[in-house]
């Protein structure tokens, strides 16, 4: 029976932390109170670590140490090394492996000193003047003591070679680094910047530093900053991490994350450094485990479980990582020490920055002109798109050119019931291939084309004939996803379980009609599609880092991949219809399951203002690792059931012969459709209608959100005069609109 219930709790735990890729096995070791800062012996066999934890004894932080070969955990494993007076902290192996370091009060006194309260709603770390570093045997006899000056000594870490100690202290009047022999002489000051320098550690070749710092720089921040230190206090809210030799020289600033960037330590290559931050959060307390490159670049979220994450540690060797987490408690503000394997990050798999912004950049150019379907740009935008599959290896998905052409009639203004006229228009899809002999097929798509010259009269700014519609975000966005995670999908080590169809659609903007087409082909082409997943607008992520995720429903496994997946601080809002007023609406009717991300509607949308330098580059990267997570777990379903959902297409184009002039926001609300933005003179501003408010009723019709609206006006036609009620700041009016 014990052997079945490991069994479930390992097959619990894989899905639980199947998003946390380069964390494998983790196993807890630890059970009850408040343990942190484990860290491991040289040999990798033993861990010490800073405990508070009444029902074992530990009124107060002391030092354990844990043994890694036991067969088996619990709160009786580990083992009091400090004397159990006072307040302990930062414990750290000797490099013989038979003695430990730590920063004690009790030379001072056997209480327990009191920690700080917080103020004005900040948090606030005590820098307890008491603190002097020790050194004890494995039997917790204190055999020396390394420091023994006025004020804060702590925070001792040893370096690989043994030969040196770095740690924090006030005796220079500021926190600064220090470091000392390995006996305790000869004291040099490593630092010398106003603020707090801490939680330093060596790189594995024992020749940098990595620390986190704060750099108070207004004469307000600065006098906060002195007051406190005055106090014995640090408000340790604003830290960025920095490298240093180990001399001090060559100090250079990695993170510029701004909020809580800390517990930094070196990757065993030296080149990468994992640490804790905050600097995701909206609201709310939040601290998740990232990995960065020396040079700053590749953010990378490793751990996405819990609310606090923090204290990552290698083994010596490189293949455990030890880390303290609030995940599974069983009591209230617990944490608990984990351990993990290591799977090392593929290069191939970090989303490039610099890749999207030249993709963004050229698909939003002037030069393009706004990438009208049929027109000559578009050609060229198509030509450009080929390109950046051919260099990546891809296939075409049909014969030997990455462009499918279609062709369409199209009417020219289409909002005008009294002008008939129609042109035929000839587009191009341009779709690859990879494949990976899997038995299902997943289809990754965006829109590339947009508006021009607002020759169809889609645009949401008045008299804007002949301005170029430039598209950055409706949809280069979108577009330069499918080619990043193309890239990634085609060129790192992993042979997923599900072949790829890279799709970028063209005229979308007239009526989704190059997925339609799209679709068609793939069904008679492919008959192992297993999923869709559509980005369209994924370019303006706001402050609040808002996302909607639409198609949740239409696979009963969809909602719970996307909640367990999504990107640290972001507040997803999940649409279960599988239908909606983009592209992977034409799959979903073809009985295929979808998802689509989107960032939102904004005062640029279908505007010649909408450019590439408003793109937000970090909602992008982080939205593309998040598709990347999901599109992963899908293709690990054994099966990927297609369910349907309530709306159905009809609601979202209809047929409709007049226009309000709003801009709809399409994201989900339940009292209304909330306006976006207000054309000028057109019917809805003529009647007094502002953005901002939110629509009730349209004549007979309640109008409960966007589908509902555009069903309103399929009931109407030009010159109808129709009682409009909406709500402005919780008010319910009611106005008449003559509609045109």
Known sequence: ????????????????????????????????????????????????????????????????????????????SLKRISNGKGRTTCSYFMPDGKHIIFASTHGSQNECPLPPKPREGKYLWAVYPEFDI????????????????????????????????????????????????????????????????????????????VFRASRPKTEAEIEEYKSLLNENVVAPTEMELYTCNVDGSNLKQITHLGKANWAPFFHPSDQKIIFSSNHHATRGYDFQLYMIDIDGTHLTQITFDSEFNAFPMFSPDGKKLVFSSNRQQQAAHETNVFIADWVDVDAAEYVSETNLKKHISFLASDDLKGRLTGSPEEKKAAQYLGEQFKKLGLKPYRGSSYSIPFTYSYKLNPKDSLNPEKVNIEANNVVAYLDNKAAKTIVIGAHYDHLGLNEHGNSTKMNSKGEIHNGADDNASGVSGVIELARMLSQNKTTEKANYIFALFSAEEDGLLGSKELVDVIKKQTSNVAAMINM??????????????????????????VDRNKPAGFHVTMDESGTGPTDHTSFYLKDIPVLNFFTGTHTDYHKPSDDEDKINYYGVKNILEYVFRCTNEIANLDAVVFTKTKANAEKIRPKYKVTMGVMPDYSEHPDGMHIDGVTDNRPAQKAGLQEGDVITKIGA????????????????????EVDVTYNRNGTSQTVKVKFE
């Open 1 to 76: 029976m014990k052997k079945e219930l490991t069994l479930l709790i390992l097959s619990l735990t894989f899905g639980v932390y199947a998003q946390e890729t380069h964390l494998k096995n983790i196993q807890k070791l630890t059970f009850g109170g408040d343990n942190a800062e484990a860290y491991f012996s040289p040999d990798s066999k033993m861990l010490t670590m800073q405990v508070t934890n009444k029902a074992i004894g530990a009124e107060c932080d002391q030092i354990y140490t844990l043994n890694l070969t036991d067969k088996e955990f619990n709160a009786q």
């Open 134 to 209: 020790y050194m004890a045997d494995l039997n917790g006899k204190i055999v020396k003591q390394l420091t023994n000056s006025p004020g804060y000594d702590a925070e001792a870490v040893v370096s690989p070679d043994g030969k040196k100690i770095a740690f924090t202290s006030t005796r220079s009047g500021d926190l600064e680094l220090w470091t000392m022999n390995i006996d305790g002489t000869n004291l040099k000051q490593v630092t010398t910047g106003l603020g707090y320098d801490g939680g330093s550690f060596f790189s594995h070749d024992s020749k940098k530093l």
């Open 536 to 561: 369209d607008m994924i370019g303006r992520l706001n402050a609040a880092k808002d996302l909607q995720v639409g198609g949740t429903g239409t696979c009963p496994e969809f909602s719970k991949i």
């Open 701 to 720: 019709t309640n109008v409960k959100d966007v589908y509902s609206y555009m069903e309103a006006l399929g009931k109407i036609n030009p010159g109808d």
